[in-house]
Nanobody, 123 residues
């Protein structure tokens, strides 16, 4: 069993930055790929980013490339999402996810979910 807890959400101005964290507890984190999804009101859940167990492979949704970066620190059992050049359309609840591989993350085959953290971007 893996427990995931997000933090770092909040209010940001357009063009600003936020760094989300997801702390994991339970099984050895390095055996899992980790990632982020987001869901805005009235919209479907959207894949954001994924990173492999050892951090050697990262996958970003096309719309986030150049603005978002995913990283992980297995010693701290934490995955990060650095979000720069934020836009109002980035407003959503961001959820952390764990799965066997980055491809599983990207395709929504998730083993564990966090509760989510709200990100609101103002003009």
């Amino acid at each position: 069993q893996v427990q995931l807890e997000e933090s770092g959400g909040g209010l940001a101005q357009a063009g600003g930055s936020l760094r989300l964290s997801c702390a994991a507890s339970g099984r050895t984190l390095s055996t899992y790929a980790l990632g982020w999804f987001r869901q805005a009101p009235g919209k479907e859940r959207e894949f954001v980013a994924a990173i492999s167990g050892q951090g050697g492979t990262t996958v970003l949704a096309d719309s986030m490339k150049g603005r978002f970066t995913i990283s992980r620190d297995n010693a701290k059992n934490t995955v990060f999402l650095q979000m720069n050049s934020l836009k109002p359309e980035d407003t959503a609840v961001y959820r952390c996810a764990a799965a066997s591989a980055t491809a599983d993350i990207k395709n929504g085959r998730i083993s564990y979910w966090g509760q989510g953290t709200q990100v609101t971007v103002q003009v």
